[in-house]
C-alpha cells in the first residue's frame, strides 16, 4: 500500500536499520551543477578511550543538612569538620539524620 506525503518533495529513500523516511528538498542538482547521487558519509568516525577524573582547579567540597529541620553545616573542603558539626548539632538538638553532600567536578580526557 503506498504511503501518502503531504508534501509533495517528500519521497522514501533507500532502506536503513529501521527503514525510516528521509525528507529531500530542492532542485535535482547540487549546488555546483552535478546531479544528486547517493548519499555519502562525509565524516571519518574514530574510537578514542578517554576517562573522567577530578578537575586539577577545583577541589571536593562537602556539605550536610539535616533530615528534621532546616539546619545546614557550613560547605567546606574538609570532610572531617562538617562530620563535627553535624555531632554538635546533634548533641544541642537530637537530630541525628543528616543528608550528606559531596560535590566535586570532573573532566573528561583521553586515555593516553
Request: hydrophobic share 30%.
Amino acid at each position: 500500500m503506498p504511503r501518502h506525503y503531504p508534501d509533495s518533495n517528500q519521497r522514501p529513500i533507500g532502506r536503513g536499520l529501521l527503514e525510516g523516511v528521509r525528507c529531500e528538498r530542492g532542485a535535482p542538482y547540487a549546488s555546483a551543477g552535478r546531479p544528486r547521487g547517493p548519499m555519502m558519509a562525509r565524516s571519518v568516525m574514530r574510537y578514542v578511550r578517554h576517562r573522567i577524573t577530578r578537575h586539577p582547579d577545583t577541589d571536593v567540597t562537602f556539605e550536610a543538612e539535616c533530615l528534621h529541620c532546616k539546619w545546614a553545616a557550613t560547605p567546606s573542603t574538609d570532610g572531617v569538620a562538617v562530620d563535627v558539626e553535624c555531632m554538635s548539632h546533634t548533641g544541642r538538638s537530637g537530630h541525628k539524620g543528616f543528608r550528606r553532600l559531596c560535590t566535586s567536578f570532573a573532566i573528561v580526557v583521553r586515555d593516553e
